[in-house]
């Protein structure tokens, strides 16, 4: 007896996997900075912003086989600094081959941190929630400032 195989189609699901995987990743990452940008859900302390650069700087770019497939930083129009520097950071950081990098451009970040402020804490915390509840891949977590 001969069995005769047909995986036409199997391409297409796994790229449509691959697209739902992405989709998810990037609705985690844009959650994790923009909770950060608004409320303190960790155990550090909240900054007190006079500038509010660092308020909005944080960012996020989802990586997909070592390429940036989406970049987050939604600073607003009086920050475009503030956003230059993280969009610059993350394109020219080290990053996994596979996962979300989340990170704060501005100079200070890792000072304020240091002194036990919520710099990047809250957007971590809220990243890996979302990553274990909505992604069922092994995908690296990483933040960086």
Known sequence: MKIKKDLSGLDSFIQEVEDE???DLIDAAHKAVDTQKVRN?????????HT???RN??????????EIID???PADGEHSEAKAKTEDLIKS??????GIVVADGMEYASFVSSKGFDVLDTASHVLEREVKENVTTNIK?????
């Open 52 to 54: 509010w650069n660092l």
């Open 93 to 98: 950081g080290k990053f996994p081959q596979n």
């Open 21 to 23: 995987i992405n989709q």
């Open 57 to 66: 700087a944080p960012g996020a770019a989802v990586v997909r086989n070592g």
């Open 41 to 49: 859900e960790s155990s550090k302390k909240t900054y007190e912003n």
């Open 141 to 145: 977590v990483k933040w960086q400032d």
């Open 71 to 73: 970049l987050y930083v």
